[in-house]
């Protein structure tokens, strides 16, 4: 039966990439292409997509059932904003202070999930069952960690990794030296991972709940969340969650859980980020991503992305969107 729902899931996720229209919607912000090696890229307010074009990034091959690289996930090292392309089982890195394409390296198979953190990008191979630790100036891996069944998540808590497995509803914590400190049961099938109030909290995608865990891996309390639970984000006091079917996000209060609201948003919720001032809520279903006034909840902004976005990440000026279904990532200033 889990089998089935992965399948499913999983079949619903192409789907959603593969149908978005490309067009922008009445009150969307429009994006402008930037096509590879034109040398733009920053500045202005506007958004911005850069296409990592064809199916091979690198020439070695790797397809979809989309016809894709399934650009899926999104990291910023300082300097760089890194991209996985699952199919195609590499990263990519992108300039971030212009848009500049410089470089892309294989890694495992599937690579769905990237964190930087204590000095080198952390890369989730979900199909290899092991994480990879990469050198952000040279792209080399460095090293490579056995994790459970299906390793898509990565968060920090300051100094330790922590790892999402999918497959085998548990998380694994790992030294910054890559050193195994545990595995620890969550609920089902665990996707979105973040670190607030000394807590890690994981988003349960099958089980519609968030998982509360102690550093040390102890389960400290379950919270009920709209369905398909997908991305979580810290925002000072507080912790908020997506929900990919509940087409939602959900404010929980860090110190104790309590639900402060939960907001509609848009079709496919699911990667979420916070700049530090607003929130932002990738829509997977409706290829946008919106800014979301965290005292609120209110959409102040909605910008078109390119097809079926997964993930975002800020890189202290700008908000950067990989777009699953278009072989591409979307950029705008965040204010």
Known sequence: MILLKRRVFSLALLLAAAVMMPGVIKGQTPMTEIPLGSGGGGGGGGAQTLSFGGGSLDGTGGTSTAGTAGPEAVA????????ATQFNDSITRVRASDGLVSGTFKVGKRPVAL???????????????NVMKVNTSTGAIAATYAAGDGPGGLASDGTNIWVANRHSNNVTKLSPKGANLGTFAVGNRPIGLAFNANSIWVADNFSNTVTRLS???AVLAKYAVPR????VAAQGANVWVTSYFGQSLTKLRASDGLNLGTFKVGDGAAGVAFDGTNLWVVCNGDSTVLKVNPDSGAVVATYATGKGPFSVAFDGSKIWVPNFGSNSVSTTAAN
């Open 76 to 83: 910023f090292d300082g300097t760089y904003v890194w991209v």
């Open 115 to 129: 964190l930087y953190a204590a000095g080198s990008l952390w890369v989730a191979n979900l199909l290899s069952n």
């Open 215 to 217: 550093t040390s891996g």
């Open 228 to 231: 398909g639970p997908f991305g």
